[in-house]
């Protein structure tokens, strides 16, 4: 078994899988997902599982360049006031919320 497998395994949490998840999809993609199970040894839920994980990572995270990391530091101690857009779409906001 590869360490990638492994690796998976023993992050996971022992729960126990109740419920169940069916996918209709294109003939290439279920040739895609087939193969990768035949390469990562993993079965198709924990393919699924880790694509998920990655797809919320990568919309929780953000990865900066060097120049845009030193404006957003720069930034962060000495913001800019809110645009007049900006502060209608908050004005805007609190009245929908307090509602």
Known sequence: MSSMVNAAKSKQKRELKSQRLE????????????????????????????????????????????????????TVPNPPNPSPRLSEAFRLHADRVSR
């Open 23 to 74: 996918l209709r999809v294109a003939p290439s993609a279920k040739a895609l997902i087939l193969r990768a199970m035949a390469v990562s040894g993993l079965p198709a839920a924990d393919l699924a599982l880790q694509g998920a994980k990655q797809v919320l990572d990568d919309h929780e995270r953000m990865v900066l360049r060097e120049a845009d990391r030193e404006v957003f530091l720069a």
